[in-house]
Nanobody
Framework: QVQLVESGGNWVQSGGSLRLSCAAS????????MGWYRQAPGKQREFVAA???????NYADSVKGRFTISRDNAENTVYLQMNSLKPEDTAVYYC????????????WGQGTQVTVSS
């Protein structure tokens, strides 16, 4: 059974920092591209950051320079370090794991709430 379990969401004041974690089980983690997405109330889910199996990273323009994605294949965990948080970063953050070979396989976590107050 595949599970992606996020943790680390919390309430924080503007300018603060949080570190999200996503622990994966049931998959060959090192073969998967991992990503973070977020969904604010009344808005569609949006891309935040991704790290490929080869450790290439990509970020949404809105978080570049503030967020850092990383992975620990030994621990089957992907992280999102979030600094200089803003109220507009408030959302439920979801972990995603995707593998295209041998077939397109896509998994989601249940989400963790991040609230940034002004």
């Amino acid at each position: 059974q595949v599970q992606l379990v996020e943790s680390g969401g919390n309430w924080v004041q503007s300018g603060g920092s949080l570190r999200l974690s996503c622990a994966a089980s049931g998959i060959r983690f090192s073969f998967y591209d991992m990503g973070w997405y977020r969904q604010a109330p009344g808005k569609q889910r949006e891309f935040v950051a991704a790290i490929t199996s080869g450790r290439r990273t990509n970020y949404a323009d809105s978080v570049k320079g503030r967020f850092t994605i990383s992975r620990d294949n030994a621990e089957n965990t992907v992280y999102l370090q979030m600094n200089s948080l803003k109220p507009e970063d408030t959302a439920v953050y979801y972990c995603n794991g995707r593998r295209l070979i041998p077939r397109d396989t896509n998994y989601w976590g249940q989400g963790t709430q991040v609230t940034v107050s002004s």
